[in-house]
Nanobody
Framework: QVQLVESGGGVVQAGGSLRLSCAAS????????MGWFRQAPGEEREFVAA????????EYADSVKGRFTISRDVAKNTLALRMNSLKPEDTAVYYC??????????????????WGQGTQVTVSS
């Protein structure tokens, strides 16, 4: 069984930065995709960023391009999301996700079958 544990959320002023981390444990595959989704109160869950584990191919939502950077440490089985120039509209619960075996990056929530418990990010104006 795969477990994903996020950390690094918190409260930050607009324009500030945060770094989220996700530690993955349990069964692993030769290649898969990991990523981040977020959900604000009253809003639908939305894709933020994803990365293929072996090749490092990345994909970002338009709303975070140029501000967020996704990365992974293959040796440590950890995923990170560096968030710069944060805006109040980035406020949400951020979820770490992992897919079944696949080689191409995915952006749909249906492509991921493992989800972390979420970490709250609050950006004050």
């Amino acid at each position: 069984q795969v477990q994903l544990v996020e950390s690094g959320g918190g409260v930050v002023q607009a324009g500030g930065s945060l770094r989220l981390s996700c530690a993955a444990s349990g069964r692993t595959f030769s290649n898969f995709v990991m990523g981040w989704f977020r959900q604000a109160p009253g809003e639908e869950r939305e894709f933020v960023a994803a990365i293929t584990w072996l090749g490092g191919t990345t994909e970002y939502a338009d709303s975070v391009k140029g501000r967020f950077t996704i990365s992974r440490d293959v040796a440590k089985n950890t995923l990170a999301l560096r968030m710069n120039s944060l805006k109040p509209e980035d406020t949400a619960v951020y979820y770490c996700v992992k897919s079944p075996p696949r080689t191409t990056v995915a952006t749909s929530g249906r492509s991921f079958n493992y989800w972390g418990q979420g970490t709250q990010v609050t950006v004050s104006s």
